[in-house]
């Protein structure tokens, strides 16, 4: 019942922005802290960003820090990765996940996961 469905990735060239969106149901959405994950092709998965249950407090990876930004809907059961000035080092599977209440940086600590969306930067 509980699904996570990211959407917006695609085939970019460097330099090009791109929004992805990740819709959510089966749970108390309000409730819980949204992060994006992303895993490049035989590497591990990294922390993106993360955002609290308000909106009010988010955490990026300094990879994308300056350049990327997390935002909610509660009311659409929606959150947000916004990128800009992408490069081909963000090309990746990009994943986004919930955990209860608190926020986290930390993978297995994650309670719900989508199926991810493959964002592809051209150099």
């Known amino acids: 019942q509980v699904q996570l469905v990211e959407s917006g990735g695609g085939l970019v060239q460097a330099g090009d922005s791109l929004r992805l969106s990740c819709l959510a149901s089966?749970?108390?959405?309000?409730?819980?802290?949204m992060g994006w994950f992303r895993q490049a092709s035989g590497k591990e998965r990294e922390f993106v960003a993360v955002i609290d249950w308000s909106g009010s407090i988010l955490y990026y990876a300094d990879s994308v820090k300056g350049r990327s930004t997390i935002s909610r809907d509660n009311a659409g059961n929606t959150v947000y990765l916004q990128m800009n000035s992408l490069k081909s080092e963000d090309t990746a599977v990009y994943y986004c996940?919930?955990?209860?209440?608190?926020?986290?940086?930390?993978?297995?600590?994650?309670?719900?996961w989508g199926q991810g969306t493959q964002v592809t930067v051209s150099s």
């Open positions: 996940a919930a955990r209860f209440m608190q926020t986290s940086f930390k993978r297995n600590e994650y309670d719900y």
């Open positions: 089966g749970f108390t959405f309000r409730t819980y802290a």
